[in-house]
């Protein structure tokens, strides 16, 4: 939609940044940055999934932390019965090949997202958003009772999982393995959001009745988003599980989904990279607040207020109009 | 069958407190078309404000009028101050914003109170059960909570349908532009509900001090649930909030008390009580996803 | 007798209590405009929901060219020949005018379970959605967003979208309402010229229009017709006279 | 660009911000608990913590204790550790509260060759397969603190035992440790809810069952509910309770008052506690803080005891780690709980003793120590750690 030619080189300037910044944070003595960007990433994938039938599409879900942890626990589980050398349900074998579970992860929440979508697309407005968050607390509800895999406690994955010829013990390879998955995501989500598809799903946001009117049956457009939607989500829940080595129901509580929503809002509902933004704004500000101060929960709530009264549009809007200003 | 009853009574009991947040969810929700995360936040300064001055007075019964005020107050506040700049926006902005001041408000609380849970007695007139039937023994104070509860579900009724006030809100439920046109300040009307609201948020609050742990994040807690009783009964309906909320009580206690009996007769004892405390953790979910596939706008509005 | 493009039988419709329509019968043939009138609150736009299959009848049936629709939804009617346009204009607003057209192009030619390509840069979508445009007399706003637009470039637009999904019949919701002499007039003329191709059902206040424009009409009165008839007979007829009045909004 | 770089410079200047180091003194990185309905526990750990510290140091040498909140998520947790590691360069580290957000950080931090002393924590995964040469725990293995009170039960004389607990896996391995060394009958058993706040359905159960006993398991909140509940319903005076120390402490009793009077519960340690290490403790505690002591701070107590220990025998050169480690497990350092050793997985061996609620002498309730119920009580899953 920006049609300047700004854009292109700002997304370069970024991602050369984000490719030297490791090396930058390390020489500076800043090391953990690394860790804090490769959850950025990670949670920018998620919130950018959450953000296509939010903000693209208009489906306001509250449930989104369920794929989230559908992904992550995919890993867990898969490599909990690898480690065991105990196949899952008896014939299938654990794995702790990326390459494998990533694929798995990410079909699997497609196919939760299919049954949670079929059901929950029924209704609309604040029903879409109860409905969505009671299927993901019954997801919640569900692990936490599964012994099996660590229950409330969580599922520890010693090793994270291994890809051909790198070493995934190394955080800058996790970082760079996230970066590049991350690039090929919006990529992807870019090409999306533009096409056909995506030009419909953005034309039901506007007006449902007109895009009926037209002839487009909706719901299985919608179905549809939701379930690239929660596929995206699930592949951000599996590469947090390699990352933090550890899956949890707290991947799914309804305070995940509701972060979720927040990074969205932040970064700016509706744009392609606000939802980045936004992840990164939360949890920079999240982690230096409580680096500052115990109270940190205060600061990030006024600051939170701030946004909503006072930008029109999240960080990235109130970004873009100080930058429009100042040029 | 006294076990039933004395379950029945249960529910009861647990339906109307949650009616008692509900009602002014739903009427905040339904009028002013805001979603309000920081309903529980109200609930919980009600708690804070009603079992200090209880505890510090040594009378449970200035705790009451404690209590009440401050959430009207907070509620008043907040609505002041952040709500009435989200009327007619999105309701993601009510959202982030809402979810701002559930922070705000338990990092306050925190630093006001300590990170203790509050402790607060029984008046001795409360103590203790009663006889209701040969027996079936209940608590004095579980029976004032649906005492009141119900009397609040009346004063409501009567409210809502026999004052002029009350046309407004019943109007403004339906069709707001519509109250508008009546010439009415809407402005004042808006506050005045906000505050209704908080006002029974508060005293939720307060009753729950002597049965539950006063601490930060009580207030989360139930908000799902209430939520979920809102969207239940129909947006912006009392009366779809009140029924939904005893349906809900009841529906929530019987799981509890009679589904991993029922598991036990097909299965082995702890396996049924492991799946039957998992399906009743799920069970109010559970019944909002099947109202919500049968009626979508919840029971009681009618589907156009 | 050709089979008509669209066939009405005995069409109800409740609201409670409310007949809002009431045993309807109703036929449109083929290169014909079939004008409805009625007072306000008669239940024209129920009527044409109906027909969209956007509110679901309690009675009667509803044929396409011969064909029954009544179990199919909006979506399948659209694609056997059916458009409306919107009397309160249903656009959307965050897309450009060009956008709006192409859309509906879009959606007519097939699925759109497309994911990679740029549905912006495809040339032959944009040069067909112009054609619409062209026709409607819009061509120079092509691209300006919707919610820039003037009243009536919306009607025209809207106009624009359902021709743009090869309509049999094309349901006109009050096209003329709330225009200027000048911007009817030249509605009328796009109407006229439309005549060759489809067919239309016209709802319309403007009785300059409606007889300008329609081979019958009929007169739609607390949710029943009360006449139908050529433009001389609806003229004439005194019971259509006095129960004549305008009509209330529905809103997008 | 210009945000990113606005951001970056924030964090930048939040990390310039942290207290600056006296020389030589040790960094202890402590990642706790502090906001949310558990933020007591996390308070309580860090000021037993630094009651141990004398003019900031601990055996002598002087320490720099850093101290975060993890906010109870365990990706948070991760990252301050991820921080602590490798920007402060930290060896030594303390505080998780929770068995979730250990599992997340504890791993990091002993596979980077830094320490991790637990001061509550004491899930099995860590005690059992996981175990780690670097990983110690103070506290307790999770499972002892319900079998000892399953012997309790069975001391006391109780044939027949109600059981509750929510359902989750830390309410699972309650009943089941309760269940090891309880010798009677299981009158019922049920699981409750994590979010439950009405727990009338159940005691109506628990009523019909007539058992002789009670044994629950409701940390924090939902155990001042649950015996508040229970009290208003009659049921302490007809039912005798057992509990393990999670569902009772001194935040607990304050919050529960009168309704908890004639409970029955195991710990490994209590205020009462009569040796000096225990009446130094109490002291310093009262004297520093104006509220109810519990089990958490004197767990942390004795984390930092067992530090100095340490620190003191290698004269707080941490950088040698095998010479630290083997100076830790000795645990030669006086605890408050009187006896104290790790064993083979570095968890505790400890004795645990009965205790009751009863009316103190200024007509509050107080916790006291009545006798012993296991001496040198182990954990089952050292048979698994093969470090």
Known sequence: MEKSLKRPALLAALLIALIALPTVADAAGFAALTSLATRVLIYGIAAASLNFVLGYGGMVSFGHAAFFGIGGYTVGILYQHYSLGEPLFGFIPGTNQMLITLPVAVVLSGIMAAIIGALSLRTGGVQFIMITLAFAQMLFFLFVSLKTYGGDDGLIIRRANELPWLNMRDKHTVYYVCLAIAVLFFAVLWRLVN??????????????KRMAAIGLPAYRYKLVAFIISGMGCGLAGALMANFLRFASPDMMHWTKSGELMIMVILGGVGTL??????????IVLESVLASWTENWQLGLGLILLFVVLYTQGGVQALGARLVGRSA | MTLFLEQLLNGVQFGVMLFLLAAGLTLIFGIMGVINLAHGSIYMIGAYAGTWVAAETGSFWLGIPAGLAAAAFAGVVIEFLVVRRLYGRDHLDQVLATFGLILIFNQAITMLFGRQPLFVSMPALLDGSVELLPGLFYPVYRLAIIVVGLLVALGLYLLINKTRVGMLVRAGSTNREMVRALGVDVRLLYTLVFGLGALLAGLAGFMAGPILAVQVGMGEQILITTFVVVVIGGVGSIRGAFFASLILGIVDTSLRAYLPGLLRQIMVGPEADALGAGISSMGIYLLMAIVLLIRPKGLFIRNS | MSTPILNVRGLVKRFGGLLATDHVDLTVKPGEIHALI???????????SQLMGELKPNEGTIELAGKPVDDLSTAKRVSLGLARTFQITCLLPDYTVLDNVAIAVQVRQGHSFRFWGNARSEAALREEARKYLHTVGMERRADELVANLSHGEQ??????????????????????????????QQMIGILRNLKKQVSMLLVEHDMDAVFALADRISVLVYGRIIATGSVEEIRDNPEVRTAYLGEGEEVC | MILKKALLAISVSAFAVLPALAQDAVKIGMITTLTGPAGYLGQDVRDGFKLAMEDGKLGGVPVDLLVEDDGLKPGQGKQIAERFLNEDKIKLFTGIVFSNVAGATVPDIVDSGAFYVSPNAGPSNLAGKECNENYFVVSWQNDSLHESAGQLATNLGYKKAFILAPNYQAGKDALAGFKRYFKGEIAGEIYTRLDQTDFAAELAQVRAAKPDVVFQFHPGGLGITFLRQYEQAGLMKEIPMVVAEPSMDGVTLAAVGDAALGLNLTSHWNSDFDNAANKKFMDAWNKAYNRPVTYYAAQAYDTALAYASALKATDGNIDDADAFRAALRKADFESVRGKFSFGPNQHPVQDWYALKVEKGPEGKPIIKTVGEVFKDHGDAYAAECKM
């Not at chain 1, 990279?273 to 939360?282: E, N, S």
């Not at chain 3, 009625?38 to 044409?48: F, Q, S, V, Y």
């Not at chain 3, 743009?164 to 094309?170: D, F, M, N, R, S």
């Open chain 1, 195 to 208: 096409s056909r598809f995506g030009n419909v799903i953005v034309g039901l946001r506007q007006s449902e």
């Open chain 1, 273 to 282: 990279f606000g939802p980045l933004i936004g992840a990164a704004v939360f």
């Open chain 3, 38 to 48: 009625g007072p306000n609150g008669a239940g024209k736009t129920t009527l044409i």
């Open chain 3, 155 to 184: 009607k025209q637009l809207e106009l624009a979208v359902a021709l743009a999904t090869e309509p049999k019949l094309l349901l006109l919701d009050e096209p003329m309402a709330g225009l200027g002499h000048a911007e009817s």
